[in-house]
């Protein structure tokens, strides 16, 4: 039956700090075409909508006959976004500040455009197509270079007083030492994210304990260090990598518990590069949770990992997109 | 032109666990006939309910000819209520569980019920009729025996999963040592509300710290203190009530600017008994939002004191009651 019915297709775009993703996803969530080319944000914001509208177009031209079934483009993008103008308010690792995205894209491509913040479009499409599939409540984070979550409640995105909801990682905690990009010390996305695995494991390799890190960085050299190497280590048993994986899991549990606590989701998923390691950030983050939460959520809370960590943002933006032109008529 | 408009009139309800009061309000959200009882709750959910149904009764029988103008009846109460069925599914302070609340009264009064949680109800109020008038994303906390928050997004009250969203008074904080009643410790609300300033000057007068509060419990009878003589003492000078007050609108601070990341409001309403300490309560407050908000928050959000401490929860519930009896076509 499903073969008969003419699905629409929509672009998704996931614009981050280092690459552009870009795919035609059906209305099921099938994802075809995909695409990955640098970033280059240095080049200023019309390199890059060139860009991604060049992308767009070969992804469009790779559908062959379905191409005519194309109704829209969804972009993410990080930082702050306004999704009624399609505005990029603010984006700290593009260097762009209010780029009227959806517009100059939508020019270039002939299609209706929309834009929105890339951990909304990510959780989004772990809604509709990923771990979240069927629930009512989710709440959904991201933990890579920052940690950020956002919340579907009813099939509708919590957004905030200007577009600003969902800034977990900007949660301060007493007991985190470090700075952070935003002017305030003890966010907590400085320690619970790729970047503060990182900052933790070389905080320890500084002062002076043995791990299986140092062969990595012969010179000293912690430039070197991702968080899957010490995601890998601690899966090798080193145990300051294990160390520093369980400090990070319970505070990401930590923030968990409070999200939970405010918004009362049915599902917390997790996903984002650093969820890869799986069990060695969610476990130390479960425990937490058992701790930190009242009976009442436990009991009808599940956390799981995110089942689309790589494509989330595409479905996300694709569908979110084909949805938002379908009410205004498009 | 509005006098010749026929308004309609809803009948609040705020149950509390000392008090219920009763009233009637016009959609422009006037008062009149305001009934106070005790609610005697030991009693049992059927008394209770047969009181709120004779206070109805009375509120509706005071109202003359603009009775015929009563088309609905909200009432509030603690706990965790389902406000699809109208069912108080557990009230600690009441002893109530599953009571099925909207449709007994609603049998006895002869009149559509709504029942809902009475945090919602308050902010609602504020939000329709309050401190929070006009805006578009409310944020609301009641700080009385315990602390709990509730959200307006667009007009909407965000329930989440369970009907359980806004449990502020349940975030842990590991600086604060009290047991909490719902089985974990440190909970926020065990400082940061009336009992939590109670407990914090009772801590103080047992170690020994000198406090005109003394005078109020010759024999060391400590439970005659009330939130009340706290913040009256500060207002005096004493030092000890003033550290309390001032450390309970921090940690209040705290988890505001916890609540204010997350759900990012353009205004926060402060309510309940313990408002009535004004500056002393929020000044500290204000402080410590201006310490652990990212800098975009503080710029837009505005934290204020309920307009209307005393009736907010009749008026939230009389016109949330209004507007569902209008969309169920009642």
Known sequence: MK????????????????????????????????????????????????????????VVGRLGDAAARVAAVGVGTPGLVDPERGVTLFAGNLGWRNVPLAERLGAAVGLPVCADNDVRMYVYGEYLRGAAAGERHV????????????????G????????????????RFPDIPYACGCGLTGCLETAASATGIVRQAVDQLKA???????????????ERLTAAHVSEGARRGDPLCADVMRRTGDWLGRGLAIAAT???????????????????????????????LMADYRKRLRLVRARRIEDAGVV????YALQRANLSGG
């Open 208 to 222: 002076g304990r043995d791990s299986a890190l140092r062969a990595l960085c012969p010179d000293g050299d912690w």
């Open 262 to 292: 405010l918004f009362s989701p049915d599902v917390i998923v997790v996903g984002g590069g650093a969820a890869l390691a799986g069990d060695w950030l969610l476990g130390p983050a479960r425990r937490r949770l058992e701790e930190d």
């Open 3 to 58: 073969r008969n019915r003419i699905e629409r297709i929509g672009i998704g775009v996931d614009v981050g700090g280092t690459n552009i993703v870009c795919g035609a996803v059906t209305e099921d969530g099938e994802v075809a075409a995909v695409l990955k080319r640098p970033t280059d944000a240095r080049q200023g914001p019309e390199a890059v909508i060139g860009r991604i509208a060049a992308m767009v177009r070969e």
């Open 316 to 319: 996300g933006s694709a569908l």
């Open 139 to 154: 709440l959904g984070v991201t933990v890579g270079t920052g940690l950020a979550c956002a919340v579907v409640e009813g």
């Open 156 to 171: 509708r995105l919590y957004y905030g007083g200007g577009f600003m909801a969902g800034e977990l990682g900007h949660i």
